[in-house]
T-cell receptor, first 113, second 113 residues
Framework: DAGVIQSPRHEVTEMGQEVTLRCKPISGHDYLFWYRQTMMRGLELLIYFNNNVPIDDSGMPEDRFSAKMPNASFSTLKIQPSEPRDSAVYFC???????????FGQGTRLTVV | SQQGEEDPQALSIQEGENATMNCSYKTSINNLQWYRQNSGRGLVHLILIRSNEREKHSGRLRVTLDTSKKSSSLLITASRAADTASYFCATASLIQGAQKLVFGQGTRLTINP
């Protein structure tokens, strides 16, 4: 397996634009997590899914953020409209079941100017 | 808010010395995991310790868990320059029937040759 695949690796966008980050988890994994990493706030859990169902989205900072998992092999994190304070590295991770390790993608570095 | 808090935030030691990092958390957990992150990369799983375990070893890594104090430590023995990275603890807790994985702020470890 190629591991967790995120795209794009880098995204630069203007304030107010819509941004969509994509993630392909490892095949067969039941859990998918979205995290945001910044120097100030560290690694924050935004939302996670179990069997494509969102379980906890309490970490999503604002209504501008939304996440979907239409099937077991694909998830998106959308920011609309984007703001400069959304600039961060966004990680997706997947795990096959409870009590096991999570596998991380390489992240998407988002810069909103 | 994040579950785990690592201590210290930064640690700089000489190659060959041992490095100890600590993690404290607030709620009940199913397991605690340690991850490593090289600059600009995704996190990589190092070791997992379950709530009913007190100590675990993996190569040069030793992890302890004290559930009464809600704390864990990661010891890296005989450090090498290649161990330079950020280290994160993550707590796994059962929420709404699914296991949430929350990370601390991390410890930045520098090994000086």
């Amino acid at each position: 397996d190629a591991g967790v695949i995120q795209s794009p690796r880098h995204e630069v966008t203007e304030m107010g634009q819509e941004v969509t980050l994509r993630c392909k988890p490892i095949s067969g994994h039941d859990y998918l997590f979205w995290y945001r990493q910044t120097m100030m706030r560290g690694l924050e859990l935004l939302i996670y899914f179990n069997n494509n169902v969102p379980i906890d989205d309490s970490g999503m900072p604002e209504d501008r953020f939304s996440a979907k998992m239409p099937n077991a092999s694909f998830s998106t994190l959308k920011i609309q409209p984007s703001e400069p304070r959304d600039s961060a590295v966004y990680f997706c991770a997947s795990r096959d079941r409870e009590g096991t390790e999570a596998f991380f993608g390489q992240g998407t570095r988002l810069t909103v100017v | 808010s994040q579950q785990g808090e690592e201590d210290p935030q930064a640690l700089s030691i000489q190659e060959g010395e041992n490095a100890t990092m600590n993690c404290s958390y607030k709620t009940s957990i199913n397991n605690l995991q340690w991850y490593r992150q090289n600059s600009g990369r995704g996190l990589v799983h190092l070791i997992l310790i379950r709530s009913n375990e007190r100590e675990k070893h993996s190569g040069r890594l030793r992890v302890t868990l004290d559930t009464s104090k809600k704390s864990s430590s990661l010891l890296i023995t005989a450090s090498r320059a290649a161990d330079t990275a950020s280290y994160f603890c993550a707590t796994a807790s059962l929420i709404q029937g699914a296991q949430k994985l929350v990370f601390g702020q991390g410890t930045r470890l520098t090994i000086n040759p």
